[in-house]
């Protein structure tokens, strides 16, 4: 299993974009995320392999929502951002304060 710290390095672009939608609205399915994303349409299997990655590097919790997951942030965007920013700073404070 991965750490925090693996997984708070930037964030690619669509996992950007689905993190986006749902901090703004969930819980949302596979099919609620491609239906908020609008236009270019993304494969059904893209978007449901990128929430798994998301769920796995535990930014994303799921709950079963009949044959589907229904998936929502494991935090707020102010959470994941204090994390990244001290997943960062945190190594460079070990060497003292001259990287800082």
């Given amino acids: 299993m991965r ?22 609205t969930s819980p949302l399915t596979v099919r609620g995320v491609m239906a908020r994303l609008g236009r270019p349409a993304l494969a059904y299997t893209t978007i449901m392999t990128t929430l798994d990655r998301l769920y796995k590097k535990g930014l994303l919790a799921r709950t079963k929502d009949g044959h589907a997951f229904a998936y929502q942030p494991a935090m707020d965007r102010g959470e994941y951002q204090r994390r990244v920013v001290a997943a960062a700073v945190t190594p460079l404070l070990a060497q003292g304060p001259g990287p800082v």
């Fill in 3 to 24: 750490s925090f710290a693996d997984a708070a390095q930037v964030l690619g672009e669509l996992e950007l974009r689905l993190m986006d939608v749902l901090w703004q």
